[in-house]
C-alpha cells in the first residue's frame, strides 16, 4: 500500500512525486510513456529549444550590425531537431534518476482508477492493481483541432508533430494565434519560411496587453509573417502540391497547416465515471484550497483542473498543494494571481497578475504607468529596442498587475511577481536601485513614474 499514486508523469504528477520526500511519503508513479509529460517531451522544453536555434539564427544574421563579419548563415535543420532530441533526452533521463533518487516507484502503463486505487496495464497488456491511500491525477491534455481540420501528422498537423518536423517547411499556416501559434510564428519568421498566422479573435495574445501585442506584431512582421487577426479560415483542400485554406474571401497555397487553437484534457478513460468526482467538459473540478475532487482521497493537478491555466509551471505548484495537504492535512493553495505567464517568441512577452482590462472588467479603478525600451541603454546595445513595461496599479493602491515586452522579459517579470504577490506599493518598490545599464532599469522607470516621480 503506497501513501500516494499518481496517475501520469508530466510536470504536476512528477512534481508531486519528486516533493513527497519532505514528508517521507511513499509514492507509485503510473506513466504510460517516458516521465517528463508534455512539457519535457512535446512542449516546452522542444519548443524554446528550437526558438533558442531561431534566436541564434537571427542574432548571426546581423552579425555585421555588430561589426562581426559572419557568412551569411543557413539552417542545418537536422543539427538543431538532433540539438532538441538532445536536450529532451537529457532532461528525461536526469528527472527519472532524480525519480529513482527520491525512491519512487515509477510503475509503467496506463493507468486507471479502479476500486479506490489505480489499475495499470502494461504494453504486454498484463493488470496490476496498485493500492494507495491517495491518488493524484495529473494525466494532462492534448491539442485540440477545428471542424474540417484533423490532425493527419502530415499536411495538418499539431505542435506534438511540428516539434519533430524533419525538414524546415516552405510554407506555413499555423491557426491560432496564440501561445503556441505565435511562438511558431516567431522561430518559423527567423528561419525564413513563409509564414501566414490566422487568429479568430482581434490580436495576437488575447487577453495580453495590446500595446506589448504590438511590439510582438511589429516585431513579426520584420520575420515577414502575414497575420490576420479576426479571421476565421474555411475548410480546406488538399492538393498534390499542399494545402489551400480559403480566408475573408481569398486563399492561400501552404505545405502544411499546424493548429494550434488550444489544448484539452485527458481524462476519457482514466476510470472516472466509476467515481463521484464531478467532471466539465473533461476538465476535473477541484477546491483550489487543497485540490482534491468530490472524492477527498482523490486529487487532480496539471491541465486537466477545470478553470486554472494550462501551465508547467502551475502543474508544479499544484503539485505541491496536493501533496502538502495529503502529508499535513493543511491547506497550502497555489496564489493563480502570481503566476507569470510568459511568450516566449522574439521579443518575449510577459505578464503577472491583471491587464487594465481584466482590472476595468473587475471595476476596479487603476492607473497604468509604460515605459518603452526605446530609450534604454541595455536595449539599445543589445539592438533589442522593441519593448515595453506596463504596470497597472490599484488606484490609491498596491501594483496589481504588470507586463513586459522585450528582450529578456520571461527572466524579467520575476521582479514584479514579487511585487504583484506581496501587494507592493509602487512607491515601496521604486526605492529599490536597478544596476546600470540593464533592461531591467525599464521596470525602475516605470515604477518610479507610477510613484509619480519619473527620471528620463
Ligand atoms: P491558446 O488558448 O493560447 O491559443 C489558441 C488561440 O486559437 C486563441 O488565440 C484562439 O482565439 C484561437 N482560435 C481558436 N479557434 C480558432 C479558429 N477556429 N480560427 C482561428 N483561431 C482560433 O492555446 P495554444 O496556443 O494552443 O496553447 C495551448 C495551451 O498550452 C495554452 O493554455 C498555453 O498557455 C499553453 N502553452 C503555454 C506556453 C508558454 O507558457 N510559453 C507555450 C505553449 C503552450
Same mark, same amino acid.
Given at each position: 500500500?503506497?501513501?500516494?499514486?499518481?496517475?501520469?508523469?508530466?510536470?504536476?504528477?512528477?512534481?508531486?512525486?519528486?516533493? $513527497?520526500?519532505?514528508?517521507?511519503?511513499?509514492?507509485?508513479?503510473?506513466?504510460?510513456?517516458?516521465?517528463?509529460?508534455?512539457?519535457?517531451?512535446?512542449?516546452?522544453?522542444?519548443? %524554446?529549444?528550437?526558438?533558442?536555434?531561431?534566436?541564434?539564427?537571427?542574432?548571426?544574421?546581423?552579425?555585421?550590425?555588430?561589426?562581426? @563579419?559572419?557568412?551569411?548563415?543557413?539552417?542545418?535543420?537536422?543539427?538543431?531537431?538532433?540539438?532538441?532530441? %538532445?536536450?529532451?533526452?537529457?532532461?528525461?533521463?536526469?528527472?527519472?534518476?532524480?525519480? %529513482?533518487?527520491?525512491? @519512487?516507484?515509477?510503475?509503467?502503463?496506463?493507468?486507471?482508477?479502479?476500486?479506490?486505487?489505480?489499475?495499470?496495464?502494461?504494453?504486454?497488456?498484463?493488470?496490476?492493481?496498485?493500492?494507495?491511500?491517495?491518488?493524484?491525477?495529473?494525466?494532462?491534455?492534448?491539442?485540440?483541432? /477545428?471542424?474540417?481540420?484533423?490532425?493527419?501528422? =502530415?499536411?495538418?498537423?499539431?505542435?506534438?508533430?511540428?516539434?519533430?518536423?524533419?525538414?524546415?517547411?516552405?510554407?506555413?499556416?499555423?491557426?491560432?494565434?496564440?501561445? /503556441?501559434?505565435?511562438?511558431?510564428?516567431?522561430?518559423?519568421?527567423?528561419?525564413?519560411?513563409? +509564414?501566414?498566422?490566422?487568429?479568430?479573435?482581434?490580436?495576437?495574445?488575447?487577453?495580453?496587453?495590446?500595446?506589448?501585442?504590438?511590439?510582438?506584431?511589429?516585431?513579426?512582421?520584420?520575420?515577414?509573417v502575414k497575420v490576420s487577426t479576426s479571421t476565421k479560415v474555411g475548410a480546406p483542400?488538399?492538393?498534390?502540391?499542399?494545402?489551400?485554406?480559403?480566408?475573408?474571401?481569398?486563399?492561400?497555397?501552404?505545405?502544411?497547416?499546424? @493548429?494550434?487553437?488550444?489544448?484539452? #484534457?485527458?481524462?476519457?478513460?482514466?476510470?472516472?465515471?466509476?467515481?463521484? +468526482? +464531478?467532471?466539465?467538459?473533461?476538465?476535473?473540478?477541484?477546491?483550489?484550497q487543497t485540490m482534491q475532487t468530490a472524492e477527498p482521497h482523490i486529487y487532480a493537478?496539471?491541465?486537466?483542473v477545470a478553470g486554472t491555466p494550462q501551465l508547467a509551471h502551475a502543474g508544479f505548484?499544484?503539485?505541491?498543494?496536493?501533496?502538502?495537504?495529503?502529508?499535513?492535512?493543511?491547506? $497550502?493553495?497555489?496564489?493563480?494571481?502570481?503566476? #507569470?505567464?510568459?511568450?516566449?517568441?522574439?521579443?518575449?512577452?510577459?505578464?503577472?497578475?491583471?491587464?487594465?482590462?481584466?482590472?476595468?472588467?473587475?471595476?476596479?479603478?487603476?492607473?497604468?504607468?509604460?515605459?518603452?525600451?526605446?530609450?534604454?541603454?541595455?536595449? /539599445?546595445?543589445?539592438?533589442?529596442?522593441?519593448?515595453?513595461?506596463?504596470?497597472?496599479?490599484?488606484?490609491?493602491?498596491?501594483?496589481?498587475?504588470?507586463?513586459?515586452?522585450?528582450?529578456?522579459?520571461?527572466?524579467?517579470?520575476? =521582479?514584479?511577481?514579487?511585487? @504583484?504577490?506581496? =501587494?507592493?506599493?509602487?512607491?515601496?518598490?521604486?526605492?529599490?536601485?536597478?544596476?546600470?545599464?540593464?533592461?531591467?532599469?525599464? /521596470?525602475?522607470?516605470?515604477?518610479?513614474?507610477?510613484?509619480?516621480?519619473?527620471?528620463?
Amino acid at each position: 500500500m503506497h501513501d500516494v499514486a499518481i496517475i501520469g508523469g508530466g510536470p504536476g504528477g512528477y512534481a508531486a512525486a519528486l516533493y $513527497a520526500h519532505n514528508f517521507g511519503l511513499s509514492v507509485a508513479l503510473i506513466e504510460k510513456e517516458r516521465v517528463g509529460g508534455t512539457c519535457l517531451i512535446r512542449g516546452c522544453i522542444p519548443a %524554446k529549444t528550437w526558438l533558442q536555434s531561431a534566436h541564434v539564427f537571427s542574432v548571426v544574421k546581423k552579425a555585421g550590425e555588430f561589426g562581426v @563579419v559572419a557568412s551569411e548563415p543557413t539552417v542545418d535543420w537536422q543539427i538543431a531537431l538532433a540539438r532538441k532530441n %538532445k536536450v529532451v533526452n537529457g532532461l528525461v533521463n536526469g528527472l527519472s534518476g532524480l525519480l %529513482k533518487a527520491r525512491g @519512487v516507484d515509477v510503475v509503467e502503463g496506463y493507468g486507471s482508477l479502479k476500486d479506490g486505487g489505480v489499475e495499470v496495464t502494461a504494453t504486454d497488456l498484463s493488470v496490476t492493481q496498485i493500492e494507495a491511500a491517495n491518488v493524484i491525477l495529473a494525466t494532462g491534455s492534448v491539442p485540440r483541432s /477545428i471542424p474540417g481540420y484533423p490532425i493527419d501528422g =502530415e499536411r495538418i498537423v499539431s505542435s506534438d508533430h511540428a516539434l519533430d518536423w524533419e525538414s524546415q517547411p516552405g510554407r506555413v499556416a499555423i491557426i491560432g494565434g496564440g501561445v /503556441i501559434g505565435c511562438e511558431f510564428a516567431s522561430l518559423l519568421g527567423d528561419f525564413g519560411s513563409e +509564414v501566414h498566422v490566422f487568429e479568430a479573435l482581434d490580436q495576437l495574445l488575447p487577453g495580453t496587453d495590446p500595446d506589448a501585442v504590438k511590439s510582438l506584431d511589429r516585431a513579426l512582421r520584420k520575420k515577414k509573417v502575414k497575420v490576420s487577426t479576426s479571421t476565421k479560415v474555411g475548410a480546406p483542400e488538399i492538393t498534390d502540391s499542399g494545402v489551400t485554406i480559403p480566408y475573408a474571401e481569398k486563399s492561400v497555397e501552404v505545405d502544411v497547416v499546424l @493548429v494550434a487553437v488550444g489544448r484539452g #484534457p485527458q481524462t476519457g478513460n482514466i476510470g472516472l465515471e466509476s467515481t463521484s +468526482v +464531478v467532471v466539465d467538459r473533461g476538465f476535473v473540478e477541484v477546491d483550489r484550497q487543497t485540490m482534491q475532487t468530490a472524492e477527498p482521497h482523490i486529487y487532480a493537478v496539471g491541465d486537466i483542473v477545470a478553470g486554472t491555466p494550462q501551465l508547467a509551471h502551475a502543474g508544479f505548484a499544484e503539485g505541491i498543494a496536493a501533496i502538502t495537504h495529503i502529508a499535513t492535512g493543511a491547506a $497550502a493553495p497555489v496564489d493563480y494571481n502570481s503566476i #507569470p505567464l510568459v511568450t516566449y517568441t522574439d521579443p518575449e512577452v510577459a505578464q503577472v497578475g491583471v491587464t487594465e482590462a481584466q482590472a476595468v472588467e473587475q471595476g476596479r479603478q487603476v492607473e497604468v504607468t509604460s515605459h518603452g525600451m526605446r530609450g534604454v541603454g541595455r536595449a /539599445i546595445i543589445q539592438g533589442e529596442v522593441g519593448g515595453i513595461v506596463k504596470i497597472v496599479v490599484e488606484k490609491d493602491g498596491p501594483i496589481i498587475g504588470a507586463t513586459v515586452a522585450g528582450p529578456g522579459a520571461g527572466e524579467m517579470i520575476h =521582479e514584479l511577481m514579487y511585487t @504583484v504577490a506581496w =501587494e507592493a506599493l509602487p512607491s515601496e518598490a521604486a526605492a529599490y536601485i536597478h544596476a546600470h545599464p540593464t533592461v531591467s532599469e525599464a /521596470i525602475g522607470e516605470t515604477l518610479l513614474s507610477a510613484s509619480g516621480r519619473s527620471l528620463h
